[in-house]
Every structure is written in structure tokens, then in C-alpha cells.
């Protein structure tokens, strides 16, 4: 069965610091990898993904995310986080076979310090 | 566009009673799964749907149900209900398909399901 884990649950930082959040799945075929973010009080909203091709993909307010195949991760990346990204993060994997199944990693709780 | 609606937002039930969610998707979507999202569990998948046919199944028992109407609507029924089914049910759509495998799912908001 596949699982994903997310090596942190909580993560602090200052504004302006880097942000790196790790991602692990395992699963042999094919896979289209997400991640996702909850701010408090919102609905999931889609971060970047990634099917194909290039393996650093780009997503919304500034963040990348970095598949590496031998390795089955696919971390998240901001060079500088603001006070608005604090939310819950959540990194997910779908079997690349037409139909829709997320798995999801547990979250990680992101803070930014002003 | 409208994004995923989900009705209601809030329910609170009491224990044996039974329950049923309804997601409207995204116009154009076919495929609409259900999630289960808990502090202690996280998000779990419960079911798929995609052209009134379940096409995927997660690990949850059977008082878990669902269905797909003709117009793409869902809804998930739960039935006997337990404490431990308090949660907040995401429902997402997508364009997923045999034909159109690299997709994303939209969420909508979710129903904060209680039961007392």
C-alpha cells in the first residue's frame, strides 16, 4: 500500500528564514505527487504538483518543490517565508492510473514568527 | 468558476443516529472522492466516484456509503454513528479520468461533523 511521511510535524521560524519540509512516499509506479496547504479556518488549496518532466517544479507565492526519484521524496522549498504562510502543510501521492485517491502525508504545522 | 461546494458546513448528530453530506463539484468535473480528516488519523480517502460508479474504495466499514448522481453531485452517508466518526469530511473533484490521469483535486470547505 502506499504510505507518505512527513519528517516534521511542527516547524517554527522567523520571518525571512528558509523553509525546507521533507517528503518520503513509497510506492513503485508512477506517481503524481502534491503538496497542499490549510490556512487556519480555509479549504486545501493546491500548492504545486507534479506529473512529469522537469524534476523542480514551481508553485504559488514562491514556493518549488524538488522530486528526486531514487529517493522517493519530494520536499518543499521557500527561500523566505512571510507571517501569511503560517498554516498546515501536507504533502500527498496519487497512483498515475486515472483515477483520484490521495494519499496524504500527516502535516506539518508551520508557524512564522513576525 | 464555482469551486467544490460542500452542504452542510456543520452537523452535530447523536451516536446511532445516521447522517448524509452532499458535494456539488466543480462544473465539468466527473470524478469526486470523499476524505476523512481527523487530529489523530489525518486525512484518510473513503471513496471515489466517477460517472455514478464507485471506482475506488478506502479502508473504512460499511456504514460508510456514498453515490454519484447523473449530474456529477455526491453524497456520503454514514450511518450508526460513532463518536469516533466526529471529523471533517472533504469532498474534491477532479478531471480525472482513464483518459486524463494527470489531474489535480479541488477541495471544497468541508462538513465539521460532531456527534454527541
Known amino acids: 500500500a502506499q504510505s507518505v511521511s512527513q519528517h516534521n510535524h511542527h516547524v517554527i521560524l522567523s520571518e525571512a528564514a528558509s523553509l525546507e519540509l521533507g517528503c518520503n512516499y513509497s510506492y513503485g509506479g508512477t506517481v503524481n505527487l502534491f503538496w497542499y496547504v490549510q490556512y487556519p479556518g480555509q479549504h486545501l488549496q493546491l500548492l504545486l504538483k507534479y506529473f512529469s518532466g522537469d524534476p523542480l517544479v514551481k508553485g504559488i507565492k514562491g514556493f518549488e518543490a524538488g522530486f528526486i526519484k531514487s529517493k522517493f521524496s519530494f520536499n518543499l522549498r521557500k527561500p523566505s517565508v512571510q507571517w501569511s504562510d503560517t498554516a498546515e502543510y501536507f504533502c500527498?501521492?496519487?497512483?498515475?492510473?486515472?483515477?483520484?485517491?490521495?494519499?496524504f502525508g500527516t502535516g506539518t504545522r508551520l508557524l512564522v514568527s513576525p | 468558476k464555482a469551486g467544490v461546494t460542500q452542504t452542510p458546513r456543520y452537523l452535530i448528530k447523536t451516536r446511532g443516529q445516521q447522517v448524509t453530506l452532499s458535494c456539488s463539484p466543480i462544473?465539468?468535473?466527473?470524478?469526486v472522492s470523499w476524505y476523512q480528516q481527523t487530529p489523530g488519523q489525518g486525512l484518510q480517502f473513503l471513496f471515489e466516484y466517477f460517472s455514478e460508479t464507485q471506482r475506488n474504495k478506502g479502508n473504512f466499514p460499511g456504514r460508510f456509503s456514498g453515490r454519484q448522481f447523473s449530474n456529477s453531485r455526491s453524497e456520503m452517508n454514514v450511518s450508526t454513528l460513532e463518536l469516533g466518526d466526529s471529523a471533517l469530511y472533504l469532498c474534491?473533484?477532479?478531471?480525472?479520468?482513464?483518459?486524463?490521469?494527470?489531474?489535480?483535486?479541488?477541495f471544497g470547505q468541508g462538513t465539521r461533523l460532531t456527534v454527541v
Open positions: 500527498a501521492v496519487n497512483a498515475a492510473l486515472g483515477f483520484q485517491k490521495l494519499v
Open positions: 474534491a473533484s477532479s478531471l480525472a479520468s482513464a483518459s486524463s490521469m494527470n489531474t489535480e483535486a479541488f
Open positions: 462544473s465539468g468535473h466527473r470524478s
